[in-house]
């Protein structure tokens, strides 16, 4: 018999029983056991929705006994993804999670507390919003949306069903990052007024895609989910839907740019912009599958006269700025070079007057993977859900931060530049530019709110 749902739910909210007088030995336990007993009321139940290159980010803080977690689900519409998920995860814990590819059956499960969703990036705010609908907290990879107006409804998402929504920009949870940023903002360098975002990648050659029938264990019909529906084209399920035209996803400023831009924003103070002006081009393999630019400089000017640049290089990965992807912030007094791997702050003359490494493990621009961040981004998800911990990213700061990507695109796309409401980032210069804020949904579809 199922344990009452709203009980358990209330213990997840209070600390989890005193246990000040016992003792592993005591109890004749071993540490699995142990961590079974303890707290199975503060116990979370997940469930991760998407197991491509982020499941390694979700192994460590899943599998510590620590997080008090249980894992239930493994969900993806490719087989081959789950049978890999499932046996990474057979490694490390003493239990086996359900293989299930339907969103759907996850989602209606009443035992489970939060998923996290790492599908591709149509997916990531419909999902959420499905899940919280029915009573699913989320943790969404970034974009946290395919296009601005669903970013304006995760929010109300969240607010409607009082879910905590995290976006994976996981270096919010970063110490280094929190630790600089922190000084920033009580003045080690002066008023600060600019900050450079960059990233620089060496990506190659993308198959054109043609027509064929879905890869053997591919549910094609749910991987379009929302989006309108289309015939397979060869090797669109993998990493490449990303440059294959907008149904699907965002291009690297939605899949990369968000991450630096989001530190540029929260070391500037800065919401939404009042202008974004755009050069962007496709200049590497002009023959080959790939649909979108693949080189773009942007520049995000904000009330109060502060700025934010985005340098971004797919295809050439010269380090102008001495790393792959990081941000560098200008203040009347000096400036700081950060990224996931630590930081450094200099005078205004040039001179290094401090500086701090993490030793983290995902501080370059590798596909996928996990880290420290990751870490301590997931379980500040866990905490917040329990109300433990302040959330290191509510769904309005990511949501905020993936526009400056969504409005960015817009110009390219438009080849114009976009004058912006500041009180909400609504273009208010070019209704061509603004019928991009939404998307065409497939049938049914379509968001409820």
Same mark, same amino acid.
């Given at each position: ?26 109890? %004749?336990?071993?540490?699995? #056991?142990?961590? +079974? ?12 929705? +998407? ?40 490694? &490390? ?18 035992? &489970? ?17 499905? !899940? ?45 990052? =929190?630790?600089?940023?922190? @000084?920033?903002?009580?003045? !080690? ?27 053997? %264990? ?21 990493? =490449? ?22 530190? !540029? ?5 800065? $919401?939404?912009?009042? /202008?974004?002006? &755009?050069? #962007? ?5 002009? $023959?080959? %599958? ?6 773009? $400089? ?12 985005? $340098? ?18 200008? %203040?009347?007094? +000096?400036? &700081?070079?950060?990224?996931? +791997? ?31 961040? #990751? ?8 905490? !917040? ?13 990511? /949501? ?7 409005? /960015? ?6 080849? @114009? ?12 210069? #070019?209704?061509?530019?603004? @019928? ?14």
């Amino acid at each position: 018999m199922k344990k009452d749902k709203n009980s358990r739910r209330e213990f997840l909210k209070k600390s989890a029983l005193g246990a000040a007088g016992l003792t592993i030995a005591g109890m %004749g336990m071993s540490p699995k #056991s142990y961590a +079974g007993i303890m707290g199975a009321n503060d116990r979370l139940n997940v469930a991760i929705i +998407g197991l491509g290159r982020r499941l390694g980010a979700y192994i460590p803080p899943i599998a510590d006994a620590k997080s008090n977690v249980r894992l239930l689900y493994l969900c993806d519409v490719m087989q081959s993804q789950m049978d890999n998920a499932a046996k990474r995860f057979g490694e &490390v814990l003493d239990y086996s999670p359900t293989l299930e590819e339907d969103f759907f059956k996850v989602i209606d499960d009443k035992d &489970v507390d939060a998923v996290f969703l790492a599908t591709p990036d149509h997916w990531h705010a419909p999902g959420t919003w499905l !899940a919280n609908a029915a009573g699913k907290h989320v943790y969404v990879e970034k974009p946290c949306s395919h296009n601005p107006y669903e970013g304006e409804l995760l929010v109300k998402s969240r607010d409607r069903y009082g879910k905590v929504i995290q976006m994976g920009n996981q270096q919010r949870s970063s110490l280094e990052t =929190n630790e600089i940023i922190n @000084e920033i903002h009580n003045g !080690a360098i002066g008023e600060v007024y600019m900050a450079k975002a960059f990233y620089s990648n060496a990506r190659g050659r993308v198959i054109n895609p043609t027509k064929a029938a879905p890869p053997q %264990g591919l549910n094609w019909e749910l991987w379009q989910g929302p989006a309108p529906r289309k015939a397979y084209e060869h090797n669109t399920w993998d990493y =490449n839907w990303h440059w294959y035209g907008w149904d699907y996803g965002t291009a690297e400023t939605g899949n990369n740019a968000v991450h630096e831009l989001d530190v !540029a924003r929260w070391a500037l103070k800065v $919401d939404f912009p009042e /202008a974004v002006m &755009v050069n #962007s081009g496709k200049y590497h393999w002009p $023959d080959d %599958g790939w649909t979108m630019y693949d080189t773009m $400089d942007a520049t995000f000017r904000f009330p109060g006269n502060k700025i934010i640049k985005w $340098d971004g290089k797919s295809r050439n990965s010269h380090k102008t700025y001495g790393s792959g992807r990081g941000t560098i912030i200008y %203040g009347t007094e +000096g400036s &700081v070079w950060v990224d996931r +791997g630590g930081y450094k702050l200099f005078d205004r003359n040039g001179s290094l007057i401090k500086e701090k490494h993490s030793g983290s493990s995902e501080g370059g621009t590798q596909l996928g993977g996990g880290g420290s961040m #990751s870490t301590r981004h997931a379980r500040n998800f866990f905490e !917040a859900i329990r109300g433990k911990e302040k959330q290191h990213s509510p769904i309005d700061e990511g /949501a905020t931060s993936t526009l400056l990507g969504h409005l /960015a695109n817009i110009s390219s796309r438009t080849g @114009e530049s976009l004058i912006c409401d500041p009180k909400n980032g609504h273009i208010t210069n #070019s209704y061509k530019a603004m @019928e991009l804020w939404e998307r065409t949904y497939e049938k049914g579809w379509e968001p409820k709110f």
